[in-house]
């Protein structure tokens, strides 16, 4: 069965240091992948997504994320975290067949020092 | 075109109450999706509509839970007798079914069931 792992429920950095939440993955064949964010009481917002390609894709708001097929990891980066960033953070994989249905990570809250 | 629409954005209810919660999906999306959030956790596909077709209903929509798409545009999801662990985040999506892996999130529906 698909499933998302963040191993990281909690993150700390200061404003202006860089970012990374990982993300890891289980799935049989070729994924979808997603990052989306959430501030508080709000919905989601789609980051970024990989389908195929490069497996590097750039997203909005600084941010980029790498696919490794190796290490069944999808983990996302900015180089330089504002305090705006501050939310949850959610990667999913697209499920089998083409239903559109996400399967989520449990996410990661991140919360950024002045 | 708003983007997706769900109403009401809270709702608090008796634990026994019967609570409906609506949808409405960007224009001309033709798939639809639930999905349930519940504290520090991530969402949880719940069922997705094809038009009017309800194409698939997880586990987690226990028979207490409705589902309806009548006219393949705003979706209605209706929970009878609700109980404390009913209590969540309601998330709705669409998506194009010729590209279903493009989904956008409403805002979201917070149930509270004391």
């Known amino acids: 069965a698909q499933s998302v792992t963040q191993p990281d429920i909690h993150i700390t950095v200061s404003e202006g240091a860089s970012l990374e939440l990982r993300c890891n993955y289980s799935y049989g064949a070729t994924p979808y992948l997603f990052w989306y964010v959430q501030s508080p009481g709000q919905g989601l917002q789609l980051l970024l997504k990989?389908?195929?390609?490069?497996?590097l894709v750039q997203g909005i708001k600084g941010f980029e994320a790498e696919f490794k097929r190796s290490q069944s990891s999808f983990n996302l980066r900015k180089p330089s975290v504002h305090w705006s960033d501050a939310a949850e953070y959610f990667c999913?994989?697209?499920?089998?067949?083409?239903?559109?249905?996400?399967?989520f990570g449990q996410g990661t809250t991140l919360q950024v020092k002045p | 075109d708003t983007g997706v629409s769900q109403n009401p954005r809270h709702k608090i209810t008796k634990r026994g109450q019967n609570v409906t919660f609506r949808c409405d999906p960007i224009?001309?999306?033709?798939?639809l999706y639930w999905y349930r959030q519940t504290l520090g956790q991530g969402p949880e596909f719940l069922t997705y509509f094809q038009n009017e077709a309800q194409l698939e209903k997880s586990r987690l929509l226990s028979d207490r839970f409705s589902a309806e798409r009548p006219k393949g545009s705003f979706s209605t999801l209706e929970i009878q007798r609700t109980e404390q662990g009913d209590s969540a985040m309601y998330l709705c999506?669409?998506?194009?079914?010729?590209?279903?892996?493009?989904?956008?999130f409403g805002q979201g529906t917070r149930l509270t069931v004391v």
């Open positions: 999913a994989v697209g499920g089998s067949g083409n239903t559109g249905k996400l399967i």
């Open positions: 990989y389908f195929s390609g490069d497996t």
């Open positions: 224009s001309e999306h033709n798939r």
């Open positions: 999506a669409s998506s194009p079914s010729l590209e279903p892996r493009y989904a956008f």
